[in-house]
Every structure is written in C-alpha cells, then in structure tokens.
Nanobody, 125 residues
Framework: QVQLVESGGGLVQTRGSLRLSCAAS????????MGWFRQAPGKEREFVAT????????YYADSVQGRFSISRDNAKSTVYLQMNSLKPEDTAVYYC??????????????????WGQGTQVTVSS
C-alpha cells in the first residue's frame, strides 16, 4: 500500500501560480501511475493530469493544458503539479492519486487505488 499526502494549496490571485506536492510513504511511488484530480463545490471530481511511472508520458485535461505541468521525483517519492496562470474556475480541492494498473497513464478516477486527503486551492478574481 501507499499513503499520499498533498500540500501546497492556498489562496492565490487570478494569473498567479502554485505548486502542489504529493508525498508518498509506504510502497515507493515509482510503482504507480500518478494522477491529480480536483473537485469544486457541487461538482463531480474531475481529472486534471496524469504521469507514467517513468515520468516520460503525461496527459492533461483540456481545461489545464498549457497552464499546468505534472512531474515526479521517484527518488523522493513525490509528485508535483505546477499550476500557472490560475483562474477562478480552478478553485477546488485537489487530490493526488496512485494507480497500480497496467496502463502508462489513466484519466479515470475509478482506475486509481489510493487517494490523498486533498488540498484546497482558491483563486480569487
């Protein structure tokens, strides 16, 4: 098993930047496809970004493409989400997740086996 803890959320103004971190303990994060999801009040959880075990493959939701960047440091067992040019519609609780499946990346929340507790990101207009 792996335990995931997100950090780095907070309040930022429109067009600002934040970097989220997801620290893993237990089994090494290198064994998992990793993803970031978010959930805004009254909305369903939605996919944001995913990264393969090696870090060579990434995929983003259209809404964040070009603004967000996912990366990983397997030696530190940590995954990052760099968020630039933030918009009020990016306001949500952001969750890190780990998928032990066979695909290189995954956009479906149901594919992920382990989840962090989430970190709040609020973008003011």
């Amino acid at each position: 098993q792996v335990q995931l803890v997100e950090s780095g959320g907070g309040l930022v103004q429109t067009r600002g930047s934040l970097r989220l971190s997801c620290a893993a303990s237990g089994r090494s994060v290198s064994n998992y496809v990793m993803g970031w999801f978010r959930q805004a009040p009254g909305k369903e959880r939605e996919f944001v970004a995913t990264i393969s075990r090696s870090g060579l493959s990434t995929y983003y939701a259209d809404s964040v493409q070009g603004r967000f960047s996912i990366s990983r440091d397997n030696a530190k067992s940590t995954v990052y989400l760099q968020m630039n040019s933030l918009k009020p519609e990016d306001t949500a609780v952001y969750y890190c997740a780990a998928d032990r499946g066979y695909y290189s990346t995954s956009v479906k929340a149901s594919d992920y086996d382990y989840w962090g507790q989430g970190t709040q990101v609020t973008v003011s207009s």
